[in-house]
Structure formats: structure tokens, C-alpha cells
């Protein structure tokens, strides 16, 4: 006569069942965030480039102007800075000391005003950050890594699905 076991089912094997299968999610992921990232000055642009280059999905690379109500795509053509942001999940701000402040508030403040969550990245140049350029960007940001450098900017556009 054999003897029926009394143990009861691991983990892994509960998670198989019929009963576990009822609290599956059973959508896809969602789609690829509609991300913006925006350099405020050229060596935060260089950055930007050498990581878009990577392609993303829906996500999209600019410059700002010195006053942040126009950016510039990374092929040079000139965009309004509301329509290019007003759809879109996420904006990502990269610096460097010599960014220019009025524009990173004027950005920040559209974004604000939408909802729209925002993260910074601080890019060390040729030296330390001043605490100027911390104090510019940090009332407009959500998530602010300093220092950073282009392997953040990689990863946070994978963590967020761009």
C-alpha cells in the first residue's frame, strides 16, 4: 500500500494551479512611455546624443533654447516647447553647471502646470557642481541624481520604458 504524501505544495507549485491562475494579470505591459529629454546646455547635448543613438521607443531628444520656449531635435529643427511636452509622461532634464537657469524653470514650470513627472540629471563637466546650478533645477524636478553621467541617463530611460 502506498502512502499519499502530507506535504503541502511549495510556492512554485501553488502558483501553477487552477485556483492561483484566477489573480493572473492577463493585459500586456503597457506601451513605451512617451518620454522628452531635454539637454539645457552643449555638453549635457552631447551626452543626450551619444544615448539617444542607442534608439528608444517613444521617446524623443532635444536641446532647449536659452529661454526654454523652443526646443531643438537632435537634426536641428526647431520645436514649440508646450506641444512637444503636453503629451507626453515624462520629462527628463540634463545639465551641467553651464545651463541656463530661465531656461530649466520655464521647462519645469510647463511641466508642473501639467502633471507631468520630471526627473534631472546633474552632469559633471570640468569640475564640481556649484550649489547655483543644484538650486535651479532642483525646485522643477521630482528625481535629481548628482552627480550623474551619460550610464544614468541610459538607465533611467530603461527603468521608465522609454
Known amino acids: 500500500m502506498m502512502a ?3 506535504n503541502p505544495l511549495s510556492a512554485c507549485a501553488r502558483a501553477v494551479t487552477a485556483e492561483e491562475a484566477a489573480y493572473r494579470i ?5 506601451h513605451a512611455r512617451s518620454t522628452r529629454v531635454i539637454a539645457f546646455d ?3 547635448a552631447q551626452t543626450v546624443a551619444s544615448v539617444a543613438a542607442v534608439g528608444w521607443g517613444q521617446a524623443q531628444f532635444y536641446t532647449a533654447s536659452s529661454s526654454g520656449d523652443e526646443l531643438v ?6 520645436r514649440v516647447m508646450i506641444a512637444e511636452i503636453e503629451h507626453s509622461d515624462s520629462v527628463i532634464f540634463a545639465a ?11 521647462v519645469g514650470a510647463a511641466c508642473r502646470e ?3 513627472m520630471t526627473a534631472g540629471l546633474l552632469l559633471l563637466d570640468s569640475g564640481p557642481l556649484s550649489g547655483t546650478t543644484l538650486a535651479a533645477i532642483r ?6 541624481l548628482v552627480p550623474a553621467d551619460e550610464d544614468d541617463l541610459f538607465e533611467l ?3 521608465i520604458r522609454a
Open 4 to 6: 499519499t504524501s502530507t
Open 26 to 30: 492577463d493585459y500586456p505591459l503597457a
Open 42 to 44: 552643449e555638453s549635457a
Open 73 to 78: 531635435t537632435l537634426s536641428g529643427e526647431p
Open 96 to 106: 551641467t553647471d553651464a545651463m541656463d537657469p530661465g531656461a530649466v524653470a520655464s
Open 114 to 116: 501639467r502633471s507631468i
Open 139 to 144: 525646485p522643477y524636478v521630482r528625481v535629481l
Open 157 to 159: 530611460l530603461k527603468a
